[in-house]
């Protein structure tokens, strides 16, 4: 079946520095969203991709769908300690509603 | 607005007993998903409706786990026999229109804890 997989599944930076986590989808996706998740919180919806190659940005998050559609990353740029929580991809393949979750990746900021 | 409710926030019940958990959408969201999430994981999918029907019910781990919809707005989420593995936090999740391409509301969740 569908698999995602995130990198890394933890990471430690420094308050100021950037931060990337990556995303990889064992089929082709229709599309592909990502959340976050603070701790002992739910989810909460950030972005959704849809074509190939798609680049988007708000304000210090920049997401990407990879060409194939079977990858895609969140950058932050300057981490705050806001930025602290989960970071998950979800992908939808073509021909089906259920999206898949990555593993996530767990981001901690320090001041 | 209201978001996603979930009831209750927590439960505990021993091993073999039934439960039931429910869920109600934000108004007008015609999509719904259950998820389940165990700690340090990824929300894991277990059914999705359109409306009434469930449209994909592939996630659901085995036949102890039921859901229904019967009006198109609230869900329960039914576990027969409960099992100490079934312990986890069980997410819904609504979406307006055809599930695919909206963004999805999460509820809180319900805690599930099997003894």
């Known amino acids: 079946g569908q698999q995602v997989m995130q990198i890394p599944q933890y990471q430690h930076v420094q308050e100021g520095e950037d931060f990337t986590t990556y995303c990889n989808s064992s089929t082709t996706l229709s599309n592909i969203q990502w959340y976050k998740q603070r701790p002992g919180g739910h989810p909460v919806f950030l972005i959704q991709l849809v074509k190939s190659g798609e680049v988007k940005k708000q304000k210090r998050l920049t997401f990407q769908f990879g060409e194939a559609k079977k990858n895609s990353s969140l950058h932050i740029t300057a981490t705050q300690t806001t930025d602290v929580g989960t970071y998950f991809c979800a992908g939808s393949a073509s021909g089906t509603y259920k999206y898949i979750f990555g593993t996530g990746t767990r981001l901690k900021v320090l001041a | 607005g209201a978001g996603v409710s979930q009831t209750p926030s927590n439960k505990v019940t021993e091993k073999g007993k039934y439960v039931e958990l429910r869920c109600d959408p934000i108004?007008?969201?015609?999509?719904l998903y259950w998820y389940r999430q165990s700690l340090g994981q990824g929300p894991e999918f277990l059914i999705y409706?359109?409306?009434?029907?469930?449209?994909?019910d592939s996630g659901l781990p085995n036949d102890r786990f039921f859901a229904v919809r019967p009006e198109g707005s609230v869900s329960t989420l039914k576990i027969q026999r409960t099992e100490r593995g079934d312990s986890a936090v069980y997410l819904c999740a609504s979406s307006l229109g055809l599930a695919g391409y909206n963004e999805q509301f999460f509820g809180p969740g319900t805690r599930l804890t099997v003894l």
């Open positions: 108004s007008g969201h015609t999509a």
């Open positions: 409706f359109q409306g009434t029907g469930a449209a994909d």
